[in-house]
């Protein structure tokens, strides 16, 4: 009779637990995301981003968390006005001078390249 309830106490223990178990895992699953990092959600933004990511800028650079975190362009819209952020880019001017000569070639792709401004305009529009 003892051993009768203890079993089904522990029976109903083990329900319970599992019942638990299936709750705080169901609870973890569905927790609320955190919230994507803001983009810079200007329109034309997206054209932006995407050359920051096909010029293989994200190879050396990171903004929003994309990319090398190595060297974050975050906020760079405050620091740089638009002519160096060209510069920057396409490896010319004050960037030639300053980068090694085998980055300066690898940024001069982007001299040519369609999207050109609508990068510029996503990296002005990065103020923090
Ligand atoms: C092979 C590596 C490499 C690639 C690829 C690269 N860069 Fe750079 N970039 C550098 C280095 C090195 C510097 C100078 C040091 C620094 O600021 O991190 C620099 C500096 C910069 C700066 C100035 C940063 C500052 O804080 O003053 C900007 C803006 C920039 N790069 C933009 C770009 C963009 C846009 C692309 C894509 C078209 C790109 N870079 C691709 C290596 C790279």
């Known amino acids: 009779m003892l051993r009768q309830t203890r079993a089904k106490w522990l029976a109903l223990a083990t ?25 810079a959600s200007a329109p034309g933004s997206d054209a932006g981003r995407r050359a920051f990511e096909h010029l293989g800028c994200t190879m050396c650079h990171s903004i929003g968390g994309v990319g090398n975190p190595a060297s974050r362009l975050d906020g760079v819209g405050k620091r740089l006005d638009r002519g160096e952020l060209r510069a920057w880019t396409t ?38």
């Open 91 to 128: 490896g010319t001017g004050i960037a030639a001078e300053r980068l090694p000569a085998g980055i300066s070639r690898r940024k001069a792709a982007a001299r040519d390249d369609p999207q050109l401004e609508a990068l510029l305009d996503y990296l002005e529009r990065s103020k923090q």
């Open 15 to 39: 329900a319970l637990l599992v019942a638990l178990m299936a709750a705080v895992f169901a609870a973890l699953r569905n927790a609320p995301r955190a919230p994507e990092r803001a983009p």
